[in-house]
């Protein structure tokens, strides 16, 4: 019986991974390629930031760094518990923005005549705002180093485009160092006074805003001379403001 004839070989396929090996490749560039990731990180890292000044503003921040590092340092953990703005008495809030930001209600985070002045008396003088101040102890740390005056810098627009006047202060008063160990004014008002913060008077308030610049040096039960002087003059501020109207974006 006659074998069947062979049917034709197909001719074979082109070889597809010798076609696309023998294509010229793309031509890769550094710059660009460095210049999108960078633009990627920078997306991500904005997108970050909003989300952690949101958080903030919906959240009552339970420590910060600061309060971690003198826990730490102290060996045991510091007396700080949360009161909302409501609780606390209002001639305390008009207290610590005539003793540490009297313009608070009409710049954007920065005052500029602060800064102009402080440049004018060569660096002596300090020109942070609330806000600044609570940039820093929020989310960044202690210092004066530039890195971290850039993110306060970069932070700051943010938190005041976010949050209201009245939260910034709220957070503020929370968060602030009084004494060693002793953080917001919750715990400062009974460790020197045995009241809660709705019951403090003008001059307590005063005293509690005059030893804010040098907690751990100061005592608003025990004031010295030079804190007995500062908290009249905080607490003259303080009428002064209410009267004005520069306390309207917090109370």
């Not at 890195?147 to 938190?159: C, D, G, N, Q």
């Not at 005592?219 to 003259?236: C, N």
Request: net charge positive.
């Amino acid at each position: 019986m006659a074998r069947a004839a062979k049917k034709p070989k197909k001719q074979a396929k082109p070889d597809k991974l010798r076609e696309a090996v023998a294509k010229p490749r793309r031509r890769i560039r550094p710059g660009r390629w460095l210049l999108r990731q960078t633009f990627r990180l920078g997306m991500v890292a904005v997108g970050l930031l909003l989300l952690a000044v949101l958080l903030y503003k919906l959240i009552n921040p339970p420590t910060t760094y600061t309060m971690w590092s003198e826990g730490r340092r102290l060996g045991a953990s510091v007396d700080q518990r949360w009161v909302d703005a409501e609780r606390i008495a209002p001639v305390m809030l008009r207290s610590v923005v005539a003793a540490e930001d009297a313009n608070f209600c009409t710049h954007w985070g920065f005052d500029m005549r602060a800064i102009r002045a402080a440049i004018e008396e060569g660096g002596n003088r300090g020109a942070s705002t609330i806000s600044q101040q609570v940039v820093k102890n929020v989310y960044l740390w202690q210092g004066r180093s530039w890195p971290r005056k850039a993110l306060e810098a970069l932070i700051t627009p943010v938190v005041e485009a976010l949050w209201s006047k009245r939260r910034i202060l709220e957070i503020y008063l929370n968060i602030a160092e009084f004494d060693e160990g002793v953080f917001g004014v919750e715990a400062a008002s009974r460790h020197y006074f045995g009241v809660g913060p709705d019951k403090l008077s003008a001059t307590q308030a005063a005293r509690l805003a005059a030893i804010l610049p040098d907690p751990k040096d100061r005592s608003a039960s025990r004031p010295s001379s030079y804190v007995q002087r500062r908290a009249a003059q905080i607490r003259d501020g303080a009428a002064t403001i209410e009267r004005d109207g520069r306390a309207a974006c917090f109370e």
